[in-house]
T-cell receptor
Framework: NAGVTQTPKFRVLKTGQSMTLLCAQD?????MYWYRQDPGMGLRLIHY???????AKGEVPDGYNVSRLKKQNFLLGLESAAPSQTSVYFC??????????????FGPGTRLTVT | QQQVKQSPQSLIVQKGGISIINCAYE??????FPWYQQFPGKGPALLIA?????SEKKEGRFTISFNKSAKQFSLHIMDSQPGDSATYFC???????????????FGTGTRLKVLA
């Protein structure tokens, strides 16, 4: 069981470039989330998905798009990167709460720098 | 209304001491309160969690104290060890029938350093 994996681990982009971050989970979780972590700001939810083919906006969605074409994968896209998007990005997944497991399982993170 | 306020931002404790991190919330619709531990270069991992129908939960050296009337909860680390040095996040999750989904609202984190 790999749990939650993220690709790539590190990336440097120039302003205006685009990229896609990939998250994969092998726990058959319905819910998946993308967070960004910035110093002093904690973890802020960007987008999330409650199942294959569905996505929804979180707290800080501007400048990002997501897709969940397969249950095990959740992609985060930056169409035109800006320096303000320099951050560490975490993906997480979880079961729905009615199944009794409330825990969100996090990946190892992607450190993105936009110059 | 959807915020979780966490303090202190950083904490230095001697080995064997007690580490205390506090969180406060406004939204009475929250019904699940986890604490996550994050080591440098790693993703956060669930440490311990509590629901508002109990006032305390203990797992080993880690205890959550919950005060529903004050809308506060705290993490106590007894006999703190250098291996506990990490960033700790509190979080709160709203009731599904209010929010419609299962999201966490995270605190801003506390960087704990335990001196050997």
């Amino acid at each position: 069981n790999a749990g939650v994996t993220q690709t790539p681990k590190f990336r440097v982009l120039k302003t205006g470039q685009s990229m896609t971050l990939l998250c994969a989970q092998d726990m058959n979780h319905e819910y998946m989330y993308w967070y960004r972590q910035d110093p002093g700001m904690g973890l802020r939810l960007i987008h999330y998905s409650v199942g294959e083919g569905t996505t929804a906006k979180g707290e800080v969605p501007d400048g990002y798009n997501v897709s969940r074409l397969k249950k095990q994968n959740f992609l985060l896209g930056l169409e035109s990167a800006a320096p303000s998007q320099t951050s560490v990005y975490f993906c997480a997944s979880s079961y729905p709460r009615w199944e009794g497991d409330y825990e969100q399982y996090f990946g190892p993170g992607t450190r993105l720098t936009v110059t | 209304q959807q915020q979780v306020k966490q303090s202190p931002q950083s904490l230095i404790v001697q080995k064997g001491g007690i580490s205390i991190i506090n969180c406060a919330y406004e939204n009475t619709a929250f019904d699940y309160f986890p604490w996550y531990q994050q080591f440098p270069g790693k993703g956060p991992a669930l440490l311990i969690a509590i629901r508002p129908d109990v006032s305390e939960k203990k797992e080993g050296r880690f205890t959550i104290s919950f005060n529903k009337s004050a809308k506060q909860f705290s993490l106590h680390i007894m006999d703190s060890q250098p291996g506990d040095s990490a960033t700790y996040f509190c979080a709160a999750s709203p009731r599904v029938r209010v929010s419609g989904t299962y999201k966490y609202i995270f605190g801003t984190g506390t960087r704990l350093k335990v001196l050997a």
